[in-house]
């Protein structure tokens, strides 16, 4: 039974929900003010691995991703831009869906931008004044009240002591110091005179939202029995998700949040990975280098709980680890499984099949996952001489289970070749009748020349010859 480690326990906990049952995951989206970075890549591929991996399980899922499309950060950019916040912001998601396109994520059910929230934001504010969660500023803006919320701290458990009554600290000017904006008030801020800034009308006058608010509006409007698993950053834990939490108890008591998942920082030059302190490497350009079935594998091979401290060493040995495993299949896949097996070699399926699970089930024991490919392509190596109908039965289980991790879903010879560091004999060999129809064509013998462009294609690779070079493509 598949156990997941959850933030608000501090336990693993069994994934205790009916297959009947839609399950709703909600993951905190990016603020869309810059290109996404590996921080990024790394928290989204893990829950598209989550997904993936659920929905292999039999489960049904509603994937709940939200854009926050308007913030101090966007504004200020746009304004820098000299460009209006809705383009900047249309066109940053823009570039944000081609780089998570491009990784191979599975794209949300539901992907709402904040600014598509206001109306329900608006309607959840009013809602926490009404019952006293929330309370209106001298300079205009709307707080919550977190003396007034009895799970305040619950999730992170920093400021548990707030409800101790000897306890001070937190108040300044009779204001509690951690009590958070909801809704901004326009008309009384700096922006004022900024002819770019964005606001809404509400109760409390020209303003918009808090950061925190939008994510309990958008969870409670499109995960309508609750939230299952609630995911993000660990960075997210303080004060975003406790802040989320509180809002969302405080709005519907009944709203259940079951699990929260935090998936470890990135840490690039001993610093966390992060725009704002201008330290990361964007996604696109990794792909520029890499394969993006390079960058899940090298990011699977860290358990999403622990801090992935980012070496390039360790994305050149994915990609050589990749390299080896799809030169097995391509070295076995094409032969179709028509024979019987025995019962040993069901048996030794079987204790693949098995390890493959109970590291799944084991809270996303992925780094595992990433051995087992590995031990098992190697296997495959060592018995495809002797047997090769076990051989062609655990390449199908090996490309299965990479498949479920979004992994091994490429045309091995294309995979190959992509990564030319490391040829296999066959990509080195279509490489060199290439470089050889190339100089046929050079010295003018044509007959050759197509010969050997006919002997590519039934390999699988098509010519295209432009006015001073040859371009190739697989079939
Ligand atoms: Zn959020």
Same mark, same amino acid.
Request: aromatic content about 14%.
């Given at each position: 039974?598949?156990?997941?480690?959850?933030?608000?326990?501090?336990?693993?906990?069994k994934?205790?929900?009916?297959?009947?049952?839609i399950?709703?995951?909600?993951?905190?989206?990016?603020?869309?003010?810059?290109?996404?970075?590996?921080?990024?890549?790394r928290?989204?591929?893990?829950?598209?691995?989550?997904?993936?991996?659920l929905?292999n399980?039999?489960?049904?899922?509603n994937y709940?991703?939200?854009i926050?499309?308007?913030?101090?950060?966007?504004?200020n950019?746009?304004?820098?831009?000299?460009?209006?916040?809705?383009?900047?912001?249309?066109?940053?998601? $823009?570039?944000?869906?081609?780089?998570?396109?491009s990784?191979?994520?599975?794209?949300?059910?539901?992907?709402?931008?904040?600014t598509e929230?206001?109306?329900?934001?608006?309607s959840?504010?009013?809602?926490?004044i009404n019952?006293?969660?929330a309370?209106? /500023?001298?300079n205009?803006?709307?707080?919550f009240?977190?003396k007034?919320?009895s799970?305040?701290?619950?999730l992170?458990r920093?400021?548990?002591?707030?409800?101790?009554?000897?306890?001070?600290?937190?108040?300044?000017?009779n204001?509690?110091?951690?009590?958070?904006?909801?809704?901004?008030?326009?008309?009384?801020?700096?922006?004022?005179?900024k002819?770019?800034?964005v606001?809404?009308?509400?109760?409390w006058?020209?303003?918009?939202?808090g950061?925190h608010? /939008?994510?309990?509006?958008i969870h409670?409007?499109?995960?309508?029995?609750?939230?299952d698993?609630?995911?993000?950053?660990i960075?997210?834990?303080?004060?975003?998700?406790?802040?989320?939490?509180?809002?969302?108890?405080?709005?519907?008591?009944?709203f259940?949040?079951?699990f929260w998942m935090?998936?470890?920082m990135?840490?690039?030059n001993n610093?966390?990975?992060?725009?704002s302190?201008?330290n990361?490497?964007t996604?696109r350009?990794?792909?520029?280098?890499?394969h993006?079935?390079?960058i899940r594998?090298?990011?699977?091979?860290?358990?999403?709980?622990?801090?992935?401290?980012?070496?390039?060493n360790?994305?050149?040995? $994915?990609?050589?680890?990749?390299?080896?495993?799809?030169?097995v299949?391509?070295?076995n896949?094409?032969?179709?499984?028509?024979?019987?097996l025995?019962?040993?070699?069901?048996?030794i399926?079987?204790?693949?099949?098995?390890?493959f699970?109970?590291?799944?089930n084991?809270?996303?024991n992925?780094p595992?996952?990433?051995?087992l490919?590995?031990?098992?392509?190697?296997y495959?190596?060592m018995i495809?001489?002797?047997?090769?109908?076990?051989?062609?039965?655990?390449?199908?289980?090996?490309?299965y289970?990479?498949?479920?991790?979004?992994?091994?879903?490429?045309n091995? /010879?294309k995979?190959?070749?992509?990564?030319?560091?490391?040829?296999?004999?066959?990509?080195?060999?279509?490489?060199k009748l290439?470089?050889?129809r190339m100089?046929?064509?050079?010295?003018?013998?044509?007959?050759?020349?197509?010969?050997?462009?006919?002997?590519l294609?039934?390999?699988g690779v098509?010519?295209q010859?432009?006015?001073?070079?040859?371009?190739?493509?697989?079939?």
């Amino acid at each position: 039974m598949l156990k997941i480690f959850n933030t608000l326990t501090k336990m693993k906990e069994k994934f205790f929900f009916s297959y009947k049952k839609i399950i709703n995951i909600y993951v905190c989206g990016v603020t869309t003010y810059d290109f996404c970075h590996i921080g990024h890549a790394r928290t989204f591929l893990i829950f598209d691995m989550l997904i993936r991996y659920l929905q292999n399980i039999g489960y049904v899922t509603n994937y709940v991703r939200n854009i926050t499309d308007i913030d101090d950060k966007i504004i200020n950019r746009a304004i820098n831009n000299n460009e209006s916040v809705k383009n900047f912001s249309l066109r940053m998601i $823009s570039e944000m869906k081609k780089d998570f396109f491009s990784l191979g994520l599975l794209e949300p059910n539901y992907e709402p931008k904040v600014t598509e929230s206001i109306t329900d934001i608006i309607s959840i504010i009013k809602k926490l004044i009404n019952n006293k969660y929330a309370y209106i /500023e001298k300079n205009g803006d709307v707080l919550f009240s977190i003396k007034n919320c009895s799970k305040y701290g619950k999730l992170s458990r920093r400021l548990i002591n707030i409800h101790d009554k000897k306890n001070t600290d937190f108040k300044k000017n009779n204001v509690f110091i951690k009590d958070f904006v909801l809704w901004k008030n326009f008309l009384l801020k700096k922006q004022t005179d900024k002819k770019d800034s964005v606001f809404w009308d509400s109760p409390w006058g020209l303003g918009r939202p808090g950061w925190h608010i /939008e994510c309990s509006a958008i969870h409670q409007r499109y995960c309508l029995d609750g939230v299952d698993i609630h995911g993000g950053g660990i960075d997210l834990l303080f004060p975003h998700h406790e802040n989320e939490l509180a809002q969302s108890c405080c709005i519907n008591s009944d709203f259940p949040i079951h699990f929260w998942m935090h998936t470890g920082m990135v840490i690039l030059n001993n610093k966390k990975v992060s725009k704002s302190l201008n330290n990361f490497i964007t996604i696109r350009s990794l792909l520029l280098k890499y394969h993006p079935e390079v960058i899940r594998y090298y990011f699977l091979s860290t358990h999403y709980r622990h801090p992935l401290y980012y070496n390039e060493n360790n994305l050149i040995i $994915s990609q050589k680890i990749l390299n080896r495993i799809y030169t097995v299949i391509s070295d076995n896949y094409l032969i179709l499984l028509t024979d019987v097996l025995d019962f040993k070699d069901k048996k030794i399926r079987n204790n693949f099949k098995k390890k493959f699970y109970n590291a799944m089930n084991d809270d996303f024991n992925t780094p595992k996952v990433c051995s087992l490919l590995y031990d098992l392509s190697r296997y495959i190596n060592m018995i495809y001489k002797n047997n090769r109908i076990l051989a062609r039965a655990l390449v199908s289980d090996l490309i299965y289970f990479g498949n479920i991790l979004g992994l091994l879903k490429t045309n091995p /010879e294309k995979f190959l070749f992509q990564n030319p560091s490391i040829y296999s004999k066959k990509m080195n060999f279509i490489n060199k009748l290439i470089k050889l129809r190339m100089y046929y064509r050079d010295i003018k013998k044509w007959e050759l020349a197509d010969k050997i462009r006919n002997k590519l294609l039934n390999l699988g690779v098509k010519i295209q010859d432009t006015k001073n070079n040859s371009i190739y493509r697989f079939l």
